[in-house]
């Protein structure tokens, strides 16, 4: 399984930007897919997720009522759709996939496959 991640920018503060992780191929129903984004110094954070099938989808508080996750019909391809940006929003942004447990679904250690990374700059 591979993953590639775009979308990201320089943007202001309060902008939107919509994120894309594209997978190789359309994953299993077992398989959770994931946004995680990691800031200069600090570790990688977990943001939110659809774990598997079920159409449950998790976010960090840090994110939740400001981000949204999403995927297409085809499920080969999930979004970020990022609102109300705030500076310390600026991290790398990574998707990763894995057949995590529900437990773990915000443990980064439980990832298989991850993205390349993504840029996302909140600045005035």
Known sequence: VQLQASGGGLVQPGDSLRLSCTVSERPSSSISM??????PGLEREFVGAIWRNSGNIYYS????GRFTISRDN????????MDSLKSEDTALYYCAASPVILSEVRNARSYRYWGQGTLVTVSS
């Open 34 to 39: 994931a946004w995680f984004r990691q800031a």
């Open 74 to 81: 085809a499920k080969t391809t999930v979004y970020l759709q």
């Open 61 to 64: 508080d840090s994110v939740k």
